[in-house]
C-alpha cells in the first residue's frame, strides 16, 4: 500500500529544499557511507533516500543502479511516519509492503530497515535505508551502526546547510557593506587587514582582496601609521575611539577621516580584533572653518557697518536743513550701502562682481531720463567687501549729485562709466572714469559738503586710494584709483 503524506507534508518538503541536495551529483562522502553500511549488515543494498513530493532520490546508493523511484512504490515514505527506526523482516507479511510491486516481483525486496534522517527542527527528510531479497533480521550492532550512520548523514547535510546559509550571509553583508556610505575595516590584533569594504578600497586605490592578512603598516605612511597605533592599542584594550585624522588617499591627496574604532570580541568576551568605521568629513570641516570664518567676517563687518551708519547720520543730520532733507539723504545713502550688501551676500561675501556693483548704485537714477543716458565699460571683474561697501557709497554720492545738479537733472544728459585694471597681478589697481555730458556746467562749490567728503572718505581713507575731480562746462568728471589688494 502507499504510505499516506506526511501530517506536516508542506514545511517537510520545505526543509528539504533547504538544503539544496535533490539532483546532485554523487560524493564520495556519502558514497562511502552506503558501501559501508551495506557490508557491515551484511545487504546488498544501501541507499540515503531523500523523499521529495512525488519521487524518493538517492543521494548514494549502492546495489540499486538508479538514482531514483516513484513515490507510491517507496518504502521510506512508511519510514518517515514513524518515530524511530523501522525494520521488517519480511516484506511480502507486512501490510505495508506486501501488495509493493518492488516487493511482490521476482526476486523482489524482502528485507527493509530504515532510519528517519530528521532535520534539527524535527522533520524527517528521508531515511538511510538497507534492503535484502530474502527475509533478514538484523544484530544489536547492525543497528546502531545504521542508527550512527543515519546521524553522521544528518550531520553532514546539517552543516552544509549551515555553511551555505553563513556564506549567504556574508555575501549580503559584504553587499551591505559594498554599498554602504562609509569606509569599513576590521583588523586582527596584530593590525592585520581581515576585511575592507569597496567604499575603503576605493579611497585607496586597490581591490579589496588585495589587503587580507597584509599589515596595515605596509599601507600607510611612517608617520601616519605611528601617529595611529596609539588609537589603536586604545581600541585593543576595550575602548571605543573616535576621532579625526589625516589620511592620504590613492593619489596621496591628505583627508580628514572621522574614525571610530571598535573592539571585536569572541564569546567569552576577548578582544580578537578591531573594527573601524570611517567617514570621508574633509568636505564638512572646511564647511564648517568656512562658517566660522563667515561668522567673524559677519561680525565683524557689522561692527564696523554700524560705525559707518552712526558716522553717516550725524554728518547728514549736520549737513541738513530740515527733517525731510536728512530723512531723503540718509535713506538713500543706507540704500547704496543695502545695495552693496545684498551683492556680496549673494556671493556668499566672497567678493562682488564690479560691473553689479556699479550698475546697482547708478542705474536707478538714471532710468528716469531713459535708456541710453547710463553707458558702462570695463572688465567684468570681482572686487572684495571692502572695496563693494565703499565704492557703492562713493558711486551713491555722484549719482545723487548728477541726479540734483549734473547730468542726470536733465533730459539728454548722459553719465559715462569706464573702468580698467592696471598693474601687475600683486600690485594691481582700479582706474574708474566717471564723467558727465549733456548737463549743466558743473562748479566746483566754495566750501566741501559732506556727499564729497563721503566721497574722498569712501576712496582714500576706507580704500588707500585717490579721487581727483574735474568741473568742465559740460558736466563733473572724477577718477578714482583704487587698490585690489
Known amino acids: 500500500m502507499r504510505a499516506p503524506e506526511h501530517p506536516k507534508q508542506a514545511a517537510r518538503l520545505a526543509a528539504l529544499q533547504s538544503f539544496s541536495i535533490l539532483d546532485t551529483e554523487p560524493e564520495s562522502e556519502f558514497d562511502e557511507v552506503v558501501h559501508l553500511v551495506s557490508q557491515i549488515c551484511d545487504v546488498p543494498i544501501c541507499i540515503i533516500s531523500l523523499l521529495d513530493a512525488d519521487r524518493q532520490w538517492f543521494k548514494a546508493e549502492c546495489g540499486v543502479g538508479a538514482r531514483s523511484t516513484p513515490i507510491d512504490t517507496a518504502i521510506c515514505a512508511h519510514t518517515i511516519l514513524e518515530n524511530g527506526p523501522l525494520e521488517i523482516e519480511d516484506t511480502l507479511d507486512d501490510p505495508r509492503t506486501a501488495d509493493n510491486p ?6 523482489g525486496l524482502r528485507f527493509y530497515a530504515g532510519i528517519p534522517l530528521e532535520t534539527s527542527e524535527g522533520l524527517p527528510i528521508g531515511t538511510l535505508c538497507i534492503l535484502d531479497r530474502k527475509p533478514h ?6 543497528r546502531q551502526t545504521l542508527a550512527v550512520m543515519a546521524r553522521q548523514v544528518m550531520n553532514q547535510l546539517e552543516l552544509r546547510r549551515l555553511l551555505r546559509r553563513e556564506a549567504a550571509t556574508r555575501r549580503d553583508l559584504r553587499a551591505i557593506a559594498d554599498h554602504a556610505p562609509v569606509m569599513l575595516v576590521q583588523f586582527d590584533t596584530d593590525f592585520r587587514f581581515q576585511f575592507v569594504n569597496k567604499a575603503y578600497a576605493d579611497f585607496r586605490g586597490i581591490q579589496p582582496g588585495d589587503l587580507t592578512g597584509q599589515a596595515l603598516s605596509r599601507y600607510l605612511p611612517d608617520d601616519v601609521y605611528e601617529a595611529s597605533v596609539p588609537v589603536l592599542e586604545r581600541a585593543l584594550s576595550g575602548e571605543d575611539v573616535r576621532y579625526d585624522f589625516q589620511m592620504p588617499d590613492q593619489k596621496g591627496e591628505p583627508h580628514t577621516l572621522d574614525i571610530r574604532y571598535a573592539p571585536q570580541l569572541d564569546e567569552e568576551g576577548a578582544v580578537v580584533g578591531l573594527v573601524a568605521a570611517m567617514t570621508d568629513v574633509t568636505q564638512d570641516r572646511e564647511n564648517a572653518a568656512y562658517r566660522e570664518l563667515l561668522h567673524r567676517e559677519l561680525g565683524h563687518r557689522m561692527k564696523n557697518s554700524l560705525a559707518v551708519i552712526q558716522a553717516i547720520a550725524g554728518q547728514t543730520a549736520r549737513q541738513s536743513s530740515n527733517i525731510d532733507d536728512f530723512l531723503q539723504s540718509f535713506r538713500g545713502r543706507l540704500a547704496a550701502m543695502n545695495s552693496a550688501q545684498e551683492i556680496l551676500f549673494l556671493d556668499d561675501y566672497t567678493g562682488a562682481k564690479l560691473s553689479e556693483l556699479i550698475s546697482s548704485q547708478v542705474a536707478p537714477y538714471a532710468a528716469t531720463r531713459g535708456s541710453d543716458t547710463l553707458r558702462l565699460s570695463g572688465p567684468d571683474v570681482i572686487v572684495n567687501a571692502d572695496i563693494a561697501h565703499s565704492l557703492g557709497l562713493a558711486l551713491h554720492e555722484l549719482a545723487t549729485n548728477a541726479t540734483k545738479y549734473g547730468a542726470l537733472s536733465v533730459d539728454g544728459g ?17 582706474v574708474l572714469h566717471w564723467s558727465e555730458t549733456g548737463g549743466p556746467p558743473a562748479k566746483e562749490p566754495q566750501t566741501a559738503g559732506f556727499g564729497s567728503t563721503l566721497v574722498r572718505m569712501s576712496i ?7 579721487v581727483e575731480t574735474e568741473y568742465t562746462a559740460t558736466g563733473l568728471r572724477a577718477t578714482f584709483t583704487i587698490p585690489m589688494i
Not at 559715462?416 to 600690485?427: F, H, K, R, V, Y
Not at 582714500?460 to 585717490?466: H, I, K, N, R, Y
Open 102 to 107: 518492488l516487493c511482490t516481483a521476482e526476486n
Open 137 to 142: 533480521s538484523l544484530t544489536a550492532l547492525q
Open 414 to 430: 548722459h553719465v559715462d562709466l569706464i573702468w580698467s585694471i592696471t598693474g601687475a597681478p600683486q600690485e594691481s589697481k582700479i
Open 460 to 466: 582714500e581713507t576706507s580704500l588707500s586710494g585717490s
